[in-house]
């Protein structure tokens, strides 16, 4: 029954690694979204995609890439992961093109824990 | 560009006693005004939402905001907390105008609620 769900909840990981994180939506929603949430709780968007394309890409180190298979899921892959990357990350889902009267449905969040 | 203030950062409240929340927001153009919510370790979730029309909103639990344009305010309030409405308020606002939809994120207020 969850609507938005991301894998894994918790990922603890040297410096240096590389690691994706998944998201998928059963709403049938046509734009996700990923946001980092840092540890004063600031939210932040980073990509939104709507039906596997890219709309929004804020200004984020190209060590992060979005991929969406399809229209349900977004992934997220980080390369060369640092210190700073620590955060909670949440995957978001919207009904319509990524307007922003639109309300978002957000993931449980996945909590990335870089040492 | 369009910004959220929230002015407390931590709000205590006595259960059964009224609560406001503050957020004012700057932009250039027309906007859209949210209120989220977000559990202990869950995702954020909708409260209410303005976009036109009548500048009372009333949301989910109980809670009701104001938007106000002359004051660029869009205030949280509650008639009688309970203790299920311990979490963290974020209030967002995005723009109207076509090719900036992007959500912005204040940075939160933390209401415990005091038995």
């Known amino acids: 029954d969850t609507a938005v769900s991301q894998t894994p909840k918790y990922l603890v990981t040297q410096m240096g690694n590389d690691k994706s994180i998944k998201c998928e939506q059963n709403l049938g929603h046509d734009t996700m979204y990923w946001y980092k949430q840092d540890s004063k709780k600031f939210l932040k968007i980073m990509f939104s995609y709507n039906n596997k394309e890219l709309i929004i890409n804020e200004t984020v180190p190209n060590r992060f890439s979005p991929k969406s298979p399809d229209k349900a899921h977004l992934n997220l892959h980080i390369n060369s992961l640092e210190l700073g990357d620590s955060a909670v990350y949440f995957c978001?889902?919207?009904?319509?093109?990524?307007?922003?009267?639109?309300?978002?449905?957000f993931g449980p969040g996945t909590r990335l824990l870089v040492l | 560009a369009q910004s959220v203030t929230q002015l407390d950062s931590q709000v205590p409240v006595f259960e059964e006693a009224p609560v406001e929340l503050r957020c004012n927001y700057s932009s250039s153009v027309s906007v859209y005004l949210f209120w989220y919510v977000q559990y202990p370790n869950q995702g954020l979730q909708l409260l209410l939402k303005y976009l036109s029309g009548s500048t009372l909103v009333k949301g989910i639990n109980g809670f009701e905001a104001e938007f106000n344009k002359s004051q660029t305010s869009f205030h949280l309030r509650k008639p009688s907390v309970h203790i299920s409405d311990t979490a963290e308020y974020f209030c967002a606002v995005s723009e109207t105008n076509f090719g900036n939809e992007k959500l912005t994120f204040g940075t939160g207020t933390r209401l415990t609620i005091i038995p």
């Open positions: 978001a889902s919207s009904q319509g093109t990524g307007t922003s009267a639109e309300t978002q449905y």
